[in-house]
């Protein structure tokens, strides 16, 4: 079983509705984050969280929210969908860090493709 | 100028060539680097970290140059299989950790 699941995988909406993706990890990491990919602009940081009560903004959380539900579970949620959210979306974990402090691997979901009409 | 820049190609080279990507980041104090492998519509995966010593994994070698704040990957031999997006990855923590993508260099190895 993949370690970082994602649902749905493929979504197609209408502009103005809510979506919510979902993220759910068994790798028992603290840290988990949401990315959106575009063509050229490589992976964007909408969202992150360090723990279920800390909950920080990206670079491009405009438009979007959160929900650490528990540690396995974080959710992104569009409260109303517009076009240019099209785009491809990661949820990644990462855990607390390493001895050294420095050498942390991100792991990453297999991604929803969302699609705004 | 961004954080991370990679020239996005494409490469495109012959089996059996070899193939260097460089990476280009501006803040001095970035920590940790990586190099990430993600094949088309998959997700991101790592390939390696970066250390400062440089470092080999097969048929990869990737090095770090802090004062010129760049770093390689290099690909000998390629494969067929080494067709991908490679992607820079840098992480600092200057007031909260950060980790920065670069947008991807995609190599297209050809029989």
């Given amino acids: 079983d993949a370690d970082v699941t994602q649902t749905p995988r493929n979504r197609i909406t209408k502009t103005g509705k809510r979506i919510m993706l979902e993220c759910s990890q068994t790798k028992g990491h603290d840290r988990m984050y949401w990315y959106r990919q575009d063509p050229g602009l490589g992976l964007r940081l909408i969202y992150y969280s360090f723990d279920v009560k800390d909950i920080n903004k990206g670079e491009i959380s405009d438009g979007y929210s959160v929900s650490r539900q528990a540690q396995a579970k974080f959710s992104l949620s569009l409260e109303s969908a517009i076009p240019n959210q099209t785009a491809l979306y990661f949820c990644a974990t990462m855990s607390r860090g390493s001895g050294r402090g420095s050498y942390n691997e991100q792991f990453f979901g297999p991604g929803t493709r969302l699609t705004v009409l | ?111």
């Fill in chain 2, 1 to 111: 100028r961004k954080e991370v820049e990679q020239d996005p190609g494409p490469f495109n080279v012959p089996e059996g060539a070899t193939v260097a990507f460089n990476c280009t980041y501006s803040n001095s104090a970035s920590q940790s680097f990586f190099w990430y492998r993600q094949d088309c519509r998959k997700e991101p995966k790592l390939l390696m970290s970066v250390y400062s010593s440089g470092n080999e994994d097969g048929r990869f070698t990737a090095q770090l140059n802090r004062a010129s704040q760049y770093i390689s990957l290099l690909i000998r031999d390629s494969k067929l299989s080494d067709s991908a997006t490679y992607l820079c990855v840098v992480t600092l923590n200057t007031g909260g950790f950060k980790t920065i993508f670069g947008a991807g260099t995609r190599l297209f190895v050809k029989a």
